[in-house]
């Protein structure tokens, strides 16, 4: 399918997403974020895909949402075309694993897709922000929960009421990002982890996913309930008989479901 905004590739058992506006910086226009569902659509159905990957360029993951397509926007365009929710959201209900490769800037709407992503890879020049604050507005699509519930309320509060932005290391030290690795190398090192992912039995790896957004959604307790109720279900796998029995025989595990 042909793309305008975003490039889709596949690399083995990995997809692949480039957003693709270089000259507004991968701002997230509606036929971006509609392409974008779409590409996820295809690579959810898609059995050989195992993973994804969703990155942009050196200079940006994203710079936000277009703000040239939605400054004139009025209150009642916003509210009754749920603006931000429908499409966005797709991002985060993908069930396969997305990591998100950030180089450059996530600001704004890049820097919330990013955080519905399952982790965050950084390049050593990423730099993130929620300066939704410094153009009249605020975060819309998870910024002030998400941002909150990762970095904790006293970086998230100031980030989203200055517009300041963090650095890669700041990003690393404070759990936005879970490492950080030469920029040039972030998109192999992104597709090598994909696909390393992809190895594992995808059952099993779409419960561990489940698992830990529980986390962000529930009590410890039925956290912990629900985490068990799914360790409990890997047993009726497969793909466990061979991983438990592959590491008695000392050999590598062959997973059929991947
Ligand atoms: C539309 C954008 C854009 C954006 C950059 N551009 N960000 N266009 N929407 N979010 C365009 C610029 O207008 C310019 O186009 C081109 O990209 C290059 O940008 P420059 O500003 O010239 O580049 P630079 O000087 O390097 O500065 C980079 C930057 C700056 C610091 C990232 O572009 C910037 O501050 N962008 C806006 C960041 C922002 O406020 N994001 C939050 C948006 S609100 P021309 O045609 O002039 O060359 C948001 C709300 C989300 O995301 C709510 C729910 C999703």
């Given at each position: 399918m042909p793309y305008e905004n975003i490039l889709v590739e596949t690399r083995g058992r990995v997809g692949l997403i480039t957003l693709n506006r270089p000259k507004a910086l991968n701002a997230l226009c509606v036929a971006l974020i509609d392409e974008l569902g779409k590409a996820l659509d295809a690579f959810e159905a898609d059995?050989?895909?195992?993973a994804i990957v969703l990155t942009g360029s050196e200079k940006a993951f994203a710079a936000g949402a277009d703000i040239k397509e939605m400054a004139g926007k009025s209150y009642m365009d916003a509210y009754l075309q749920d603006f931000i929710t429908k499409g966005w959201q797709r991002v985060s209900t993908v069930r396969k694993p997305i990591i998100a490769a950030v180089n450059g800037y996530a600001l704004g709407g890049g820097c919330e897709v990013a955080m519905m992503c399952d982790f965050i890879l950084a390049g050593d020049t990423a730099k993130f922000g929620q300066p939704e604050i410094t153009i009249g507005t605020i975060p819309g699509a998870g910024g002030t929960q998400r941002l909150t519930r990762f970095v904790g309320k006293s970086k998230a509060m100031e980030m989203c009421l200055t517009g300041r932005q963090m650095d890669a290391a700041e990003a690393e030290r404070c759990g936005l990002v879970s490492r950080i690795v030469p920029a040039a190398d972030l998109v192999d090192e992104a597709v090598k982890t994909a696909d390393r992912i992809a190895g594992m039995s995808r059952p099993v790896v779409m419960m561990a996913k489940e698992a830990v957004d529980a986390a962000f959604d529930t009590t410890l307790t039925h956290g912990l309930m629900f985490e068990r109720r799914l360790f409990h279900s890997?047993?009726?796998?497969e793909d466990q008989k061979e991983g438990m029995s592959a590491f008695a025989e000392k050999r590598q595990p062959n997973f059929k479901n991947r």
């Open positions: 059995d050989e895909i195992g890997t047993f009726a796998t």
